[in-house]
């Protein structure tokens, strides 16, 4: 059974960088899937921030795009990711997640909650 | 703002038939991707439901049914529970944007 799980700083600095790494057990992460982050803040709605292949390919969502990095660490399985100059918008839940390439998140950690405050 | 929109609330009482919609445009919904629907029930993580191609994980009730129409999908619930309460997403590819979309949410509640 796949499973994943987020790890990193709860509370971050404003004009810092965010940085949370998604450990996958389960099965090798340079399979044939997309992985993912996805973040909630609290009391609104899903936002998806990105995705990286096993080709290291990867989209981001255009509101976030100049200040994100994803990237994949296969030695050992696990993706991150890094969010510079953050501030008060960006506190939320951060959950990385696995699909298909056209397919739903099937797979999902159980979320770290990151607050961006001084 | 999301690109696709949902409704935010719906309701309905026990055993009634509900339904969530989901508009999109023709570079996500109408382009043919497959839309997903999540359950998210309160303090808890997001649970893939179903897709709109008929894929999705084993074990969901068919009491969840998922359908497409255009630029448009939508999410019904028929012989409504007190344990559907929750709030449901959907989900999509977007080919202008390079990257995958959810709806803003609804909240379902069961009367």
């Known amino acids: 059974q796949v499973q994943l799980q987020e790890s990193g700083p709860g509370l971050v600095k404003p004009s810092q960088t965010l940085s949370l790494t998604c450990t996958v057990s389960g099965g090798p992460i340079s399979s044939g899937f997309y992985w993912s982050w996805i973040r909630q803040p609290a009391g609104k709605g899903l936002e998806w921030i990105g995705r990286?292949?096993?080709?290291?390919?990867?989209n981001y969502n255009p509101s976030l795009k100049s200040r994100l990095t994803i990237s994949l660490d296969t030695s050992n399985n696990q993706f991150s990711l890094e969010l510079t100059s953050v501030t008060a918008a960006d506190t939320a839940m951060y959950y990385c997640a696995r699909s298909t390439g056209g397919g739903g998140y099937e797979y999902w950690g159980p979320g770290t909650l990151v607050t961006v405050s001084s | 703002q999301s690109v696709l929109t949902q409704p935010p609330s719906v309701s309905g009482a026990p055993g009634q038939r509900v339904t969530i919609s989901c508009t999109g445009s023709?570079?996500?919904?109408?382009?043919?991707?497959?839309v997903h629907w999540y359950q998210q029930l309160p303090g808890t993580v997001p649970k893939l439901l179903i897709s709109?191609?008929?894929n999705g994980p084993s074990g969901v009730p068919d009491r969840f049914s998922a359908s497409r129409s255009g630029t448009s999908a939508s999410l019904a619930i028929t012989g409504l529970r007190a344990e559907d309460e929750a709030d449901y997403y959907c989900q999509s590819y977007d080919r202008s944007l390079s990257g995958s979309m959810f709806g803003g949410g609804t909240k379902l509640t069961v009367l």
């Open positions: 709109t191609s008929g």
């Open positions: 990286l292949y096993i080709t290291g390919s990867t």
């Open positions: 023709n570079s996500n919904i109408g382009a043919g991707f497959d």
